[in-house]
C-alpha cells in the first residue's frame, strides 16, 4: 500500500503559527506508513504592507500551494492566526479559491483538523476554530477534532495554555510570546493523531 499523504497547510504572518506547524509536522511524521509535508497559501497583502508591518520573510523551505494540489493528499491540518476571532482573510481567499475542488467534492471524506494562534484568551482560541469548520463541511471533509485525547495537558491550569478540544492553539500576546512546551507538545500530539486518523481511513 502507498504512503499515507498528510499535508499540513498554513499562513503565518509573524513566524508564531510556522513554529506550531513544524511540530505538528514532527508529529505527522512519526506515524509509520505517513509522508508529511508542509505548505504555505499564497500571501495577499503587497510586498510594501508586509514592510510596514516588519513581517519576516516567508521561509525558503516550504512551498506555496494551490487548491487544486490538495486533491493529492489524504488528510489534511490546517493553521492560521486569528483575525478579529476568525480565519484571516489570506485563507478565506485560499477556500474560496477552491471552488471547483467543492463543487466536484474531490476531497470529500478525507479527515481535516485545525491550529492556531490567537494574541490573547478573548482572540479567537475557539471561535477561529469553529468558523474554519464552515469551510471543511462545504467541502465534504471530516473535521477531526482533539477532543480530550491529549490528557492532563488539556486541562492545565498553572499555565497560560493556548489550544482546547477544537485542535492545538498558542498566545502570542504582544507578538513576543512563543509557543511554549506545552502548546508544541499537544501541535506534535494533534499532527500525530491526525496521521493515525488518515491512515486507519485510508486502509
Given at each position: 500500500?502507498?504512503?499515507?499523504?498528510?499535508?499540513?497547510v498554513y499562513?503565518?504572518?509573524?513566524?508564531?503559527?510556522e513554529v506550531?506547524?513544524?511540530?505538528?509536522l514532527?508529529?505527522?511524521?512519526?506515524?509509520?506508513g505517513?509522508?508529511?509535508?508542509?505548505w504555505l497559501?499564497?500571501?495577499?497583502?503587497?510586498?510594501?504592507v508586509l514592510d510596514?508591518?516588519?513581517?519576516p520573510p516567508k521561509?525558503?523551505?516550504?512551498?506555496i500551494i494551490?487548491?487544486?494540489?490538495l486533491?493529492?493528499?489524504?488528510g489534511?491540518?490546517f493553521?492560521?492566526?486569528?483575525?478579529?476571532g476568525m480565519?484571516?482573510a489570506?485563507f478565506?481567499?485560499?477556500?474560496?479559491?477552491?471552488?471547483e475542488?467543492?463543487?466536484?467534492?474531490?476531497?470529500?471524506?478525507?479527515?481535516?483538523g485545525?491550529?492556531?494562534s490567537t494574541g490573547?484568551y478573548?482572540?479567537?482560541q475557539?471561535?477561529?476554530?469553529?468558523?474554519a469548520?464552515?469551510q471543511l463541511s462545504?467541502?465534504?471533509m471530516?473535521y477531526?477534532?482533539?477532543?480530550?485525547t491529549f490528557?492532563?495537558g488539556?486541562?492545565?491550569?498553572?499555565e497560560?495554555?493556548?489550544?482546547?478540544?477544537?485542535?492545538?492553539?498558542t498566545?502570542?500576546g504582544?507578538?513576543?510570546?512563543?509557543?511554549?512546551d506545552l502548546e508544541?507538545?499537544l501541535?506534535?500530539?494533534?499532527?500525530?493523531?491526525?496521521?493515525?486518523?488518515?491512515?486507519k481511513l485510508?486502509?
Amino acid at each position: 500500500m502507498s504512503s499515507t499523504k498528510v499535508y499540513i497547510v498554513y499562513y503565518s504572518l509573524f513566524g508564531h503559527v510556522e513554529v506550531m506547524a513544524r511540530e505538528v509536522l514532527r508529529g505527522a511524521s512519526s506515524v509509520e506508513g505517513v509522508e508529511a509535508s508542509l505548505w504555505l497559501i499564497p500571501e495577499t497583502l503587497p510586498q510594501r504592507v508586509l514592510d510596514k508591518m516588519k513581517a519576516p520573510p516567508k521561509p525558503s523551505d516550504v512551498g506555496i500551494i494551490k487548491p487544486e494540489e490538495l486533491v493529492n493528499a489524504d488528510g489534511f491540518l490546517f493553521g492560521f492566526p486569528s483575525r478579529f476571532g476568525m480565519m484571516p482573510a489570506q485563507f478565506l481567499a485560499f477556500f474560496e479559491a477552491s471552488y471547483e475542488l467543492a463543487a466536484s467534492q474531490s476531497l470529500a471524506g478525507k479527515p481535516a483538523g485545525v491550529f492556531w494562534s490567537t494574541g490573547f484568551y478573548g482572540g479567537g482560541q475557539e471561535n477561529a476554530a469553529l468558523t474554519a469548520v464552515t469551510q471543511l463541511s462545504h467541502h465534504g471533509m471530516l473535521y477531526v477534532p482533539l477532543g480530550y485525547t491529549f490528557g492532563d495537558g488539556m486541562f492545565e491550569m498553572c499555565e497560560v495554555k493556548g489550544g482546547s478540544s477544537y485542535g492545538a492553539g498558542t498566545f502570542a500576546g504582544d507578538g513576543s510570546r512563543q509557543p511554549s512546551d506545552l502548546e508544541l507538545q499537544l501541535a506534535f500530539y494533534q499532527g500525530k493523531y491526525l496521521a493515525q486518523v488518515a491512515k486507519k481511513l485510508k486502509s
